[in-house]
Nanobody
Framework: QVQLVESGGGLVQAGGSLRLSCAAS????????MGWFRQAPGKEREFVAT??????????YYARSVKGRFTISRDNAKNTGYLQMNSLKPEDTAVYYC????????????????????WGKGTLVTVSS
């Protein structure tokens, strides 16, 4: 079993930055592909970014709406994943969730309808205009 705990959310003005963290425990973190998803009020959960499990090459995927502004990364020594968010916009306001899976690829995880094994409880990001 894996526990995921997100942190780093908060209130920020448009154009500002935040860094979200996802602390993992209970399983070798490097063996997990992980990703970030978000859900705005009244909307379905959507893919934000995913990163492959550690190997010869780290592969990342981004939603078109965040590409060039957000960066996903991982620190296996700290069992933690990150989402650096720059140039934030009001439409980025949402609850951000971390997810991880030992079998799915980072590419497969880009579809929120795919059943990831592990989810955190989320952290709220509010971007004011």
């Amino acid at each position: 079993q894996v526990q995921l705990v997100e942190s780093g959310g908060g209130l920020v003005q448009a154009g500002g930055s935040l860094r979200l963290s996802c602390a993992a425990s209970g399983r070798t973190f490097s063996n997990l592909a992980m990703g970030w998803f978000r859900q705005a009020p009244g909307k379905e959960r959507e893919f934000v970014a995913t990163i492959s499990r550690s190997g010869s090459a780290i592969i990342t995927y981004y939603a078109r709406s965040v590409k060039g502004r957000f960066t996903i990364s991982r620190d296996n020594a700290k069992n933690t994943g990150y989402l650096q968010m720059n140039s934030l916009k009001p439409e980025d306001t949402a609850v951000y969730y971390c997810a991880a899976d030992p079998r799915l690829t980072a590419q497969a995880m880009t579809s929120p309808s795919v059943g990831m094994d592990y989810w955190g409880k989320g952290t709220l990001v509010t971007v004011s205009s």
